[in-house]
């Protein structure tokens, strides 16, 4: 079985400040790892993706994200936050061996203040 | 990427009505996906739509209830049934990316009220 676990539904930074959203996995193989963002009234947008060709992932819009297989963590981080990262994050897992079917984390509500 | 495109975008409907959502993209695709994200909540898979072949559903959704056509590949509908007002949600419609890594591109939702 594989799931994929956001570890907080609210983040709140202040613009310029570095951003932190935690997700951790669990799959019996070698997963396929996702961050989408979902703006307001909008659809999902892939940020980045992890394929097992590099641990350190560089997305779009200055987000990235690592994967750490010994902590079974894909955390997406940006080190500077603006105003128009505020939207919902939602971490996604295949896992590996085989499957196309996408699992949804809970989703991160990112709330960036002035 | 795919370019997706939903109609219609939003929608408010009477209950015990049935309303059909289209999907179209703008290239042709072997895989398309139907989810549904309830308010405040995450994508559930409702199912999996195959040109060709009768579509493939999640547990806890039944073909007559959210009936799917998938005639090419670039089109497909998905039509909710006798609704209530538990089906309003935000209905996606997305394609396999044809990767290697299996990622999905996703329309822009259709959000539907139903009173």
């Known amino acids: 079985a594989q799931s994929v676990t956001q570890l907080d539904s609210h983040v709140s930074v202040s613009e310029g400040t570095p951003v932190l959203l935690r997700c951790n996995y669990s799959?019996?193989?070698?997963?396929?790892l996702f961050w989408y963002v979902q703006h307001p009234n909008k659809g999902l947008q892939l940020l980045l993706k992890y394929t097992s060709a590099a641990t350190l992932v560089k997305g779009i819009n200055g987000f990235e994200a690592e994967f750490k297989k010994s902590e079974t963590s894909f955390h997406l981080t940006k080190p500077s936050a603006h105003m128009s990262d505020a939207a919902e994050y939602f971490c996604v897992v295949i896992p590996g061996g085989g499957g196309n079917k996408l699992t949804f984390g809970t989703g991160t509500q990112l709330k960036v203040e002035l | 990427s795919a370019v997706i495109s939903q109609k219609p975008s939003r929608d408010i409907c009477q209950r015990g009505t049935s309303l059909t959502i289209q999907c179209q993209v703008d290239s042709q695709v072997t895989m398309m996906f139907w989810y549904r994200q309830q308010p405040g909540q995450s994508l559930t898979l409702i199912a999996t739509a195959n040109q060709g072949s009768e579509a493939t559903y999640e547990s806890g959704f039944v073909i007559d209830k959210f009936p799917i056509s998938r005639p090419n590949l670039t089109f497909s509908t998905l039509t909710v049934s006798n609704m209530s007002p538990e089906d309003s949600s935000i209905y996606l419609c997305?394609?396999?990316?044809?990767?290697?890594?299996?990622?999905?591109?996703f329309g822009p939702g259709t959000r539907l009220t139903v009173l």
């Open positions: 799959s019996s193989y070698s997963p396929s």
């Open positions: 997305s394609v396999d990316g044809q990767g290697p890594y299996n990622e999905q591109f």
